[in-house]
Every structure is written in structure tokens, then in C-alpha cells.
Nanobody
Framework: QVQLVESGGGLVQAGDSLRLSCAAS????????MGWFRQAPGKEREFVAAISWGAGSTYYADSVKGRFTISRYNAKNTAYLQMNSLKPEDTAVYFC???????????????WGQGTQVTVSS
């Protein structure tokens, strides 16, 4: 069992940066690939980024590639999403996710956090 709690969301202006954190409970955190998804009002939850259990591999949605960076620190059971050059279209609720293996489809995620709101004003 893994429980996930996100933090770090907020209201920023276009071009600003934010870092989201995902604190995980459970001794098996390092066994899971971690990811971030987001959901804007009226839209489906979409994949943003993922990182392998050992942090050796990362994968990004085209819309955030070059601007966002996913990382993890297994010793602290924490994953991060550094978001730079934010755009208004990045506005969404961001969810931390865990699964045994890389997953880019929301239906395949095993554990979800409660979400944190990111709002980017123009």
C-alpha cells in the first residue's frame, strides 16, 4: 500500500516556476515508478511525466518536454516535479501517481494523490 500527498501548487504568472512535491508513505516506495498527471476543468486526466523506480529513466509529455523535470529521492520517499516557463495552458490540478512500471495511461495507475491546484495567469 502506498499513500501519496502532493504539495507546492499555487497561483503564478506566465513564465514563473513552481516545484511540486509528492510525499509517499510505505516501505515499498522505491519499488514503484512515479508519475505526474494533470486534469484541467472539463478535460480528461492526462499524463505529464514519469520516472522509473531507480530514477534511471524519465519520460515526458510533448507539451512539457524541456520545461518540466521529474525527479525522486528514495531515501526521503519523495518525488518532485520542477515546472519552469509555466504557461496558462498548464493550469490544472496536478496528481502524483505510483505504479509498478512506467505508466502513461491514467487507468493503469495503482495509487493516486489527492491533487494540488496549479494556476498560471497570463
Amino acid at each position: 500500500q502506498v499513500q501519496l500527498v502532493e504539495s507546492g501548487g499555487g497561483l503564478v504568472q506566465a513564465g514563473d516556476s513552481l516545484r511540486l512535491s509528492c510525499a509517499a508513505s510505505g516501505r515499498t516506495f522505491s519499488s514503484y515508478a512515479m508519475g505526474w498527471f494533470r486534469q484541467a476543468p472539463g478535460k480528461e486526466r492526462e499524463f505529464v511525466a514519469a520516472i522509473s523506480w531507480g530514477a534511471g529513466s524519465t519520460y515526458y509529455a510533448d507539451s512539457v518536454k524541456g520545461r518540466f523535470t521529474i525527479s525522486r529521492y528514495n531515501a526521503k520517499n519523495t518525488a518532485y516535479l520542477q515546472m519552469n516557463s509555466l504557461k496558462p495552458e498548464d493550469t490544472a490540478v496536478y496528481f502524483c501517481a505510483a505504479a509498478r512500471g512506467f505508466r502513461t495511461v491514467a487507468a493503469e495507475i495503482e495509487y493516486w494523490g489527492q491533487g494540488t491546484q496549479v494556476t498560471v495567469s497570463s
